[in-house]
Structure formats: structure tokens, C-alpha cells
């Protein structure tokens, strides 16, 4: 659990979130706040609090633990004007078998079925938890409330 929670503050300090300011539902057309009361929104007391959240709340999946699988998902959302999760999407993930010749044998499946089936794991559980979120303090731009569109790495390395 330590090495998640570690694991999760490192990719996210190093990494980073971006963000972009969305105008309509499609989240698309990004504004870059750079003016006078611009302000991105902020979760409870910043990024180490989100790190720190997302460390504890994350569930590493049995069947990956069981087995030696690790993996990254790049997850976006959207942080609505009245501070609510939305849109919630994992964009990428990527899978790594400590011990994929064993876990091929075993489980019958191909490389690509077994890719599949974990990397869905990594990003249902990811998926899980940035939406379980509470609200965050809604961005501005110009002084009004704005939707800001996020980017998260989320790391699943077995302890």
C-alpha cells in the first residue's frame, strides 16, 4: 500500500496534471488561463492532498496483484465549474507481466487477450477512483467559474 501511495505522489509530482479550460460539454476548444483572476481549480489543499487521496483510495486488482501485473493508466476528467467530477476517461494504459511466459502458459490467452484484460482492470479501477472524488474549488477565468479539463497518471506497481 506504501509503495502505491508513493508510487501514485511520484508520477503525479513529476508528471503532473495538466489542465485545460473547456467551453462546452464536448470538452473541447482548451483556453489557457493566464489573466487577471484566472485561477485552475484546486483539490482540498493541492496536488500532494489529490496524490495522497488517490493513494489511498486506489484498489490494486487481485487477479493483477496475484499475478505480477503492473501497469499506468493516463486518465482525464473534468473538474466542472461548481467543482463536481465529470467526464471521467482513461485515455491510455499500458501493461507490464513480470512473468509473462509463466502468466501466458497459465492462463491460455493470448499476449494481446491478456494486455487487454488487465489494462481494463488498471483503468476500471482508475476510472473508480477520480470519480469517487469530492469536489474540488472550481476554477475562474475572468472571475466566473470555469470547467478545466484534466490529465492524471495513475501507476499500479505491485508492492
Known sequence: MKKTIITTLLAILSIGLKAQVVQDSTCVDPIVLTGKGDRLPQFRSGMNDLARYIGFHLKYPKEAKKNGVEGRVITTFVVEADGTISHVQPVQSLVHF???RKLLEKSGM????????????????????????????????????????YTCPITFANP
Open 98 to 100: 513480470k512473468n509473462k
Open 110 to 149: 493470448s499476449e494481446l487477450e491478456l494486455t487487454n484484460l488487465y489494462g481494463n482492470l488498471f483503468q476500471d479501477e482508475a476510472k473508480r477512483v477520480i470519480s469517487s472524488m469530492p469536489k474540488w474549488t472550481p476554477g475562474h477565468q475572468a472571475g466566473m467559474p470555469v470547467r478545466v479539463k
